[in-house]
């Protein structure tokens, strides 16, 4: 039996009571869990801290991205999926999501171009698809959107 303050002579180590800081991917991985649990206050906190510190992980990005776009935030939210792209070029949901922020601004000719690059890097992107056809149709490229839509 061991008593308090004495040492333990089992051999084991004992465990220490001072708690380490949860690494940043730990961080993260909770920022994702409350976005997709709907907690987008908390979720935005973190996200938000996160780009305070410097964080270059464009997965952040994209996600606050959406918070923003979806809270009508949408200047705010162009910049942050340019910095995604900016890290990582291939990532066709940001072109995609980035798209239909510029096409909201009335941005037409970018939008476009951005959707076609979504589509460009990932051509099973349905979402990508439905982006384009709809700036197409504003655009008045009834045909060209109707061919986007049915892909």
């Excluded at 994702?32 to 996200?47: M, V």
């Excluded at 959406?66 to 990582?88: D, F, M, P, W």
């Excluded at 601004?105 to 990508?128: N, S, V, Y």
């Excluded at 504003?138 to 061919?147: D, F, Q, S, T, Y």
């Amino acid at each position: 039996m061991k008593g308090f303050n004495k040492k333990d002579h089992s051999g084991s180590k004992k465990k220490s009571n001072i708690k380490k800081k949860p690494s940043k991917e730990k961080l993260i991985a909770q920022a994702f869990k409350l976005h997709a649990q709907g907690n987008i206050i908390e979720a935005g906190k973190y996200y938000q801290s996160f780009i305070d510190e410097n964080c270059n992980d464009y997965r952040v990005f994209s996600n606050y991205g959406v918070i923003l776009c979806n809270l009508g935030k949408l200047k705010e939210a162009e910049s942050l999926y340019r910095k995604a792209i900016q890290i990582k070029p291939d990532f066709a949901e940001a072109y995609s999501n980035l798209g239909v922020i510029l096409k909201n601004l009335g941005k037409l000719k970018e939008a476009e171009l951005l959707c076609r690059k979504a589509i460009e890097i990932k051509p099973d992107f349905a979402d990508a698809y439905l982006n384009f056809g709809n700036t197409l149709k504003v655009l008045g490229k009834l045909k060209e959107a109707e061919l986007a839509y049915r892909k």
